[in-house]
């Protein structure tokens, strides 16, 4: 079965270091896979998503890049974080159009 | 883009009644519609879904029906239960292909027992 690993769990870091957070799926080929952040409150709001290695769309303009050096792997990072950058940040995969999430990073910046 | 609005944005229920969350969507393309539960500190879990080729579904407590004439989606548990308690979202989307999920904004179920 598949499974989707996301780390570290929780980060608190200051404002303008860097961030990278790191997402891997387990048990299937050629996923699409997804960051989201939750900020305050619930809605989920798409970052980024990519349908295959180097292959990055971005949803919305900010601080935030992704990477996705390897099939089943994927990175979001900051290269100086702000503190609107705090929040929970859930990697997700999906094949055929069904998407599961992992367990989420919770990033708060101080 | 798809749009996708939920009712009401909180919900408590007694333990042992039903709870009803209700999503209506703006494309009429859209063919796929999930359910997803989030506990505190969790990622949101795929509950249930429901594509449009049926008008409800049901898992032992938990059923989800669709009228595709009115745009609208609803999620029902009926015998509620304290571990019931979470954040709800629903999402729409066109199953096939690479199109992303149009998430709702969550509602807070509780449960009191």
């Known amino acids: 079965s598949q499974t989707i690993h996301q780390w570290p769990a929780t980060l608190v870091q200051p404002v303008g270091s860097p961030l990278s957070l790191e997402c891997t799926v387990e048990?299937?080929?050629?996923?699409?896979l997804y960051w989201y952040r939750q900020a305050a409150g619930r809605g989920l709001q798409l970052l980024f998503y990519?349908?295959?290695?180097?292959?990055i769309s971005s949803e919305v303009p900010q601080n935030l890049s992704a990477s996705r050096p390897q099939d089943r792997q994927f990175i979001l990072s900051s290269k100086k974080l702000l503190l609107s950058d705090s929040g929970f940040y859930l990697c997700a995969w999906s094949i055929a159009g069904e998407l599961f999430f992992g367990e989420g990073s919770r990033l708060t910046v101080l | 883009g798809e749009n996708v609005e939920q009712h009401p944005s909180t919900l408590s229920v007694q333990e042992g009644d039903s709870a009803v969350i209700k999503c209506t969507y703006s494309d009429s393309a859209s063919n796929y519609f999930p359910w997803y539960k989030q506990e505190l500190g969790k990622g949101p879990q795929l509950i249930i879904d429901i594509r449009s080729n049926v008008g409800e579904k049901k898992d032992q407590r938990i059923a989800v029906t669709l009228n595709k004439t009115a745009k609208h989606f609803s999620l029902h548990i009926t015998e509620t239960q304290p571990e019931d308690s979470a954040v709800y979202f629903c999402?729409?989307?066109?199953?096939?292909?690479?199109?992303?999920?149009?998430f709702g904004k969550g509602n807070q179920v509780v449960v009191i027992p």
């Open positions: 048990g299937t080929s050629n996923p699409n």
């Open positions: 999402a729409a989307s066109t199953y096939y292909g690479n199109n992303r999920l149009a």
């Open positions: 990519s349908v295959g290695i180097g292959q």
